[in-house]
C-alpha cells in the first residue's frame, strides 16, 4: 500500500504553549499577591480590583482554565496528530479555538477584575462567556473528532480516550451548571437555589477538577511519558480499566466537598462512599505511569524531564490518594473551612498540573524548533526551585489547618469557648508567610523555564509544517489474531463518544434528579421569606467584591460552631439564595447568624477600617462603598428575574420595591446618623449594611435550645470576631 505524505501542524501547538507559559505567569503571579495580601493586609492597596476576594478568583480561573487549558490543548494538538497519522481536521477550527480561547481568558480577567461574577467558585465568570465556552468547546470538539475521523491509524490509544471522556464531560458539566437567569450583559442569578445551587456546583466544582484538571493530563500522560522514557506504556490492560473506573466513579463524589451541611445525608454518604473508591482507579494510573519508567531509572537521575515527570505522577498519586481521606467525615470534621483543602488542592495543581506541563514544554519545544534544550542545568535547577517551592507552599498549610481547626474546638473549664476567631488567624499568619514564600520559589522557577525556552527558541529553527507519512485507513479494518474485546469499541470512535457521555451521566442524574424532584429532600421553613429590595441589593454587593471567598454561610452540627455561630444550618433556609453562599473557607467566621449581633455602626466602621474594630484584622477596607451609589435603576429587573426564578414575590410588587428599598435605606442611614456617622442612604454600604443585618434573622432559637456555651460567642469573644 502506498504512503500518504502530510504536515503536521506545529503552529497551533506553538500559540498554545506561548499560551501557557503566559498565562501560567499571571495566573500565579496573582496567586502570590493574593497569598502576600494575608500576611501584609496593606497590599490590598484599598482599591477594589486589588483585594483578596477579587484577586482569587482571577488567580483560580486564570491558572486553571489559562495556563492549564492552554496546556490541555497544547498536549492535545501536539499528540493527537501523531497518534491518528494526521493532521488536524481544520486550520481554520484550530485558529477560531485558539484565539477565541485567549479572548475568553483576558474578558474574564478584566471582568473578575471589575466585580463581575457569579459568585460560583471555578464558575465565576458571568453568562456571556459562559455561551463563548460553549461555542469554543463545540469548536475544539470538532476539530478533536474530525482528525480522529480521518485518522490514518486503526487503534485509538489510550491518550485519545482520555482527551474524549474530558471533551465529554466538561461539555455536560459546563452546561448543566451555567443554567443562569440574565438580569443585564453582565450580571446574572443561578438558575438552582439554596441545596439544589450548592450540589450541582460541587458536582461541577469537583468534576472541573476530575475532568479538567485529571483526565486530560492523565491523556498527556500516557503519551509523554512514555515519549520521554522511550518505553511503552506499562500495561494496556490497566489503563483500560483505568479510564473506564475512572470516568465511571469520579463522577458521583462532588457531595463530599459538602458533608455536614444541610446537603440530604444520603447524598452526602453517596459522596463518600465513591469518593472512597477513586482511590483504585487513581492508584492504578499513577502506578502504570510510574511503572513505564521501569528500565530508565538510571536516567532519571541525569533528565530533568523524567524528574519533572516522577514527581508530577507522584504528586497526583498523593492527592488521589488524599482526596478519598478527605471525604471520610471524621477527618473532614477537622479539614473543611480550613487551609488543609488549599494545600491539598495546590499538591495537585502545583505538582501535578504544573510539573506535567512543565516537563512537556522542555521536551516539546526543542522538538518543533529543530533543535536541543538551551541548559539543562538550568531545567534541573528549576526542578528542584519548583519542588521546593511546592514543599513551602503546602506543609505550613498543613500546619496552619491543623493549628486552627484545633483552636476552633477547644472549650475552658467552664465550657466557653477558648480562642476568638480572630486568634485562630493571627496565629498562623507565619504559616501564611510561608506558604507566599514557596508560591515565590515556585515562580521563580517558571521565570528560569522561560528564559531557558526563549534561548532555546532562539537558537532553533521552527518547524511550522511537519512532514510525515503514512499509509491511509482502510476502509474494512482488519483484525490481527485473537482481538481484545476492547478493541471494538478503541476501533469506533462514535462510539466511544455516546459510551463515554453514558458513563459519565449516570451518576450525576442519579445524584441529582431526587434533589430537585423529592420535596422532602428540601424542607421549607416558613419564617423563612425573600429579601428585601434593598437586602438583594446588598447580596450583589457581597458576591461582587468575593466576601465568599473567606466567609462561610453555613454553620455545621458541632459544639464549638454552635456555640461560636448560633443554631446550625438548615436546608430550608437557603431556598431564596441564587445562588448559595455556603463558601469553602474561613479566613474570616462564619456569617450565618451574624444579622443582629452587631449595630449598624459596627458593620459601618469594620467596613470602613476593619482594624478599629478588630484589631489585627488581616482583612482589606472596602472605603469605595461609602461613595459608590446603589444602582436603583435595576431594582424593578431584579424583583422580575427572582420571581422567575420561584421567589414569590407578589404580582407587581416591583412598582412597590423602589419605595421599600427608599424607606428601608432611610432607616439604616437614620440609626447610622444617630451614632454619629453621618451616610447617603443611596451608599452601597448601606445595602450591605442590609443584606448583613438580616442573615441568620429568619430562624430563630426557642430559649431552651439555646446550648450552655451561647455566651462564648454573644460575650466578650465577639468583640474581635474578624
Known amino acids: 500500500m502506498s504512503l500518504e505524505k502530510f504536515y503536521y501542524d506545529n503552529r497551533t501547538v506553538k500559540w498554545f504553549a506561548y499560551a501557557c507559559v503566559f498565562w501560567g505567569l499571571i495566573g500565579m503571579l496573582a496567586g502570590l499577591w493574593a497569598a502576600l495580601t494575608l500576611v501584609i493586609p496593606e497590599l490590598n492597596l484599598g482599591f477594589a480590583p486589588t483585594t483578596f476576594g477579587r484577586l482569587r478568583p482571577v488567580h483560580t480561573n486564570a491558572v486553571i482554565f489559562a495556563f492549564v487549558g492552554n496546556g490541555i490543548f497544547m498536549g492535545v494538538y501536539y499528540s493527537l496528530q501523531r497518534l491518528c497519522k494526521a493532521r488536524m481536521f481544520s486550520d481554520l477550527l484550530s485558529k477560531i479555538h485558539f484565539w477565541g480561547w485567549q479572548a475568553i481568558i483576558a474578558g474574564g480577567a478584566l471582568t473578575l477584575f471589575l466585580g463581575y461574577t457569579t459568585g460560583k467558585e471555578y464558575a465565576e465568570l458571568e453568562w456571556p462567556f459562559d455561551i463563548a465556552i460553549t461555542l469554543i468547546w463545540v469548536v475544539f470538539g470538532a476539530n478533536m473528532l474530525g482528525t480522529i475521523l480521518r485518522r490514518r491509524e486503526s487503534h485509538l490509544y489510550v491518550a485519545i480516550w482520555f482527551y474524549i471522556g474530558t471533551w465529554v464531560a466538561i461539555a455536560m458539566l459546563h452546561i448543566i451548571n451555567s443554567f443562569e437567569y440574565p438580569l443585564s450583559l453582565f450580571k446574572s442569578y443561578s438558575w438552582y437555589a439554596g441545596v439544589q445551587d450548592a450540589l450541582v456546583q460541587w458536582w461541577y466544582g469537583h468534576n472541573a477538577v476530575a475532568f479538567f484538571l485529571t483526565t486530560p493530563y492523565l491523556g498527556l500522560m500516557y503519551y509523554f511519558v512514555p515519549k520521554a522514557a522511550n518505553r511503552p506504556v506499562y500495561s494496556y490492560r490497566w489503563s483500560i480499566i483505568h479510564f473506564w473506573s475512572l470516568i465511571f466513579i469520579y463522577i458521583w463524589a462532588g457531595p463530599h466537598h459538602l458533608l455536614y451541611t444541610a446537603l440530604p445525608e444520603w447524598a452526602q454518604s453517596l459522596g463518600t462512599v465513591f469518593s472512597v473508591m477513586l482511590i483504585a482507579p487513581s492508584w492504578g494510573g499513577m502506578l502504570n505511569g510510574l511503572l513505564t519508567l521501569r528500565g530508565a531509572w538510571d536516567r532519571v537521575r541525569e533528565d530533568a524531564i523524567l524528574k519533572f515527570f516522577v514527581v508530577a505522577l507522584t504528586c497526583y498519586g498523593m492527592a488521589t490518594f488524599e482526596g478519598p481521606m478527605l471525604s471520610l467525615k471524621?477527618?473532614?470534621?477537622?479539614?473543611?473551612?480550613?487551609?488543609?483543602?488549599?494545600?491539598?488542592?495546590?499538591?495537585?495543581?502545583?505538582?501535578?498540573?504544573?510539573?506535567?506541563?512543565?516537563?512537556?514544554?522542555?521536551?516539546?519545544?526543542?522538538?518543533?524548533?529543530?533543535?536541543?534544550?538551551?541548559?539543562?542545568?538550568?531545567?534541573n535547577t528549576h526542578f528542584w526551585i519548583g519542588t521546593l517551592g511546592i514543599i513551602f507552599y503546602v506543609i505550613p498549610l498543613y500546619w496552619a489547618a491543623f493549628t486552627q481547626s484545633m483552636m476552633w474546638k477547644q472549650f475552658t473549664e467552664e465550657g466557653q469557648l477558648k480562642y476568638q476567631f480572630l486568634e485562630t488567624v493571627t496565629t498562623i499568619v507565619p504559616m501564611y508567610a510561608l506558604r507566599a514564600f514557596g508560591g515565590l520559589l515556585y515562580v521563580s522557577g517558571l521565570a528560569l523555564m522561560i528564559v531557558n525556552l526563549w534561548k532555546t527558541i532562539r537558537r532553533g529553527s521552527f518547524v511550522a509544517d511537519e512532514a510525515a507519512e503514512a499509509a491511509p485507513l482502510p476502509k474494512v479494518i482488519p483484525t490481527h489474531g485473537k482481538a481484545h474485546w476492547h478493541n471494538w469499541i478503541e476501533r469506533r470512535p462514535i462510539q466511544l463518544v455516546v459510551f463515554s457521555l453514558v458513563v459519565v451521566a449516570v451518576g450525576g442524574i442519579l445524584e441529582m434528579v431526587p434533589t430537585f424532584l423529592v420535596r422532602s429532600n428540601i424542607p421549607t421553613i416558613s419564617s423563612v421569606q425573600p429579601y428585601t429590595p434593598l437586602e438583594l441589593h446588598g447580596r450583589d454587593i457581597y458576591i461582587r467584591e468575593g466576601c465568599y471567598t473567606c466567609h462561610s454561610q453555613m454553620i455545621r452540627p458541632f459544639r464549638d460552631e454552635v456555640a461560636r455561630y448560633g443554631e446550625y444550618s438548615k436546608a430550608g433556609e437557603f431556598i431564596y439564595d441564587h445562588p448559595f453562599q455556603w463558601g469553602s473557607k474561613r479566613t474570616g467566621p462564619d456569617l450565618a447568624r451574624i444579622g443582629g449581633k452587631y449595630p449598624d455602626s459596627w458593620h459601618y466602621n469594620h467596613m470602613l477600617d476593619p482594624t478599629s474594630m478588630s484589631p489585627g484584622s488581616i482583612m482589606p477596607p472596602y472605603p469605595w462603598l461609602f461613595e459608590e451609589r446603589i444602582d436603583r435603576g435595576k431594582t424593578p429587573a431584579m424583583i422580575n428575574v427572582m420571581r422567575k426564578l420561584g421567589v414569590p414575590y407578589a404580582d407587581g410588587y416591583e412598582k412597590q420595591a423602589l419605595a421599600d428599598l427608599d424607606k428601608q435605606a432611610a432607616g439604616i442611614a437614620a440609626a447610622l446618623e444617630k451614632d454619629k456617622l453621618p451616610v447617603k442612604a443611596d451608599r452601597e454600604i448601606v445595602a450591605l449594611i442590609a443584606y448583613l443585618q438580616r442573615m441568620g434573622k429568619d430562624i430563630k432559637m426557642a430559649p431552651a435550645q439555646k446550648p450552655a456555651t451561647a455566651d462564648a460567642s454573644t460575650g466578650s469573644n465577639d468583640k474581635n470576631d474578624f
Not at 471524621?330 to 483543602?341: E, K
Not at 512543565?358 to 536541543?372: A, C, D, E, K, V
Open 330 to 379: 471524621n477527618v473532614n470534621a477537622i479539614s473543611h473551612y480550613t487551609d488543609w483543602t488549599i494545600a491539598h488542592v495546590h499538591v495537585g495543581a502545583l505538582g501535578w498540573n504544573g510539573f506535567l506541563t512543565f516537563g512537556i514544554l522542555y521536551w516539546m519545544i526543542p522538538r518543533i524548533f529543530s533543535t536541543q534544550l538551551y541548559s539543562r542545568k538550568w531545567a
